[in-house]
């Protein structure tokens, strides 16, 4: 298995443009998160999703921004309008049984500037 | 006052030494992970427990849910552990803690 695949690996915006950042899980991982990290804040949970439904969106920052699984194997971030403040990695991870049960895997992240 | 509270922030140490990084967090939980994060920025999770102890090679997680407290130890240090080390605990959702940067000298 190749992991969880994040593209692009490095994203430039200018500010007021739409992110859209993507996420491939591990085949038969159910559980499905997006993680922003910056300098300030460290690690945050942004969303996650559970048989492609979303269940927790409380650290989504705002209306700006929107998340979405299409299907079991695809996810998509995305950022509109895009703000500097919004640079930071961001990381998509997956699991087969929750976090609370068991581990997860990260992909290797996705570094966006906006400027 | 952070849910997550991880010491010391930045640690230094020569090749062969014991290490140990500390996680406390003040909330109930069910489940605690200690991650890794390479240089490179990659995230790998070590270890995930709710009770007792794990080792996985050089590697040993600890965890008393009374004390709401976890250890991560490393025997045998070696520059390739070079890396900051995440606690993060699962009350409902994760929440992480500010991380632990670790430095191995040859």
């Known amino acids: 298995d190749a992991g969880v695949i994040q593209s692009p690996r490095h994203e430039v915006t200018e500010m007021g443009q739409e992110v859209t950042l993507r996420c491939k899980p591990i085949s038969g991982h159910d559980y499905l998160f997006w993680y922003r990290q910056t300098m300030m804040r460290g690690l945050e949970l942004l969303i996650y999703?559970?048989?492609?439904?979303?269940?927790?969106d409380s650290g989504m920052p705002e209306d700006r921004f929107s998340a979405k699984m299409p299907n079991a194997s695809f996810s998509t971030l995305k950022i509109q309008p895009s703000e500097p403040r919004d640079s930071a990695v961001y990381f998509c991870?997956?699991?087969?049984?929750?976090?609370?049960?068991?581990?997860?895997?990260f992909g290797s992240g996705t570094r966006l500037t906006v400027v | 006052k952070n849910e997550v509270e991880q010491s010391p922030q930045n640690l230094t140490a020569q090749e062969g030494e014991f290490i140990t990084i500390n996680c406390s967090y003040s909330v109930g939980i069910s489940a605690l992970h200690w991650l890794q994060q390479h240089p490179g920025g990659g995230i790998v999770s070590l270890f995930m427990l709710s009770s007792g102890k794990k080792k996985h090679g050089r590697l040993i997680a600890t965890i008393n849910i009374q004390e709401k407290h976890s250890s991560l130890h490393i025997t045998a240090s070696h520059p390739r552990d070079s890396a900051v080390y995440i606690c993060a605990v699962f009350p409902d959702k994760l929440i992480f803690g500010t991380g632990t940067r670790l430095q191995v000298f040859p």
């Open positions: 999703f559970n048989n492609n439904v979303p269940i927790d």
């Open positions: 991870a997956s699991s087969p049984q929750g976090p609370a049960n068991y581990g997860y895997t």
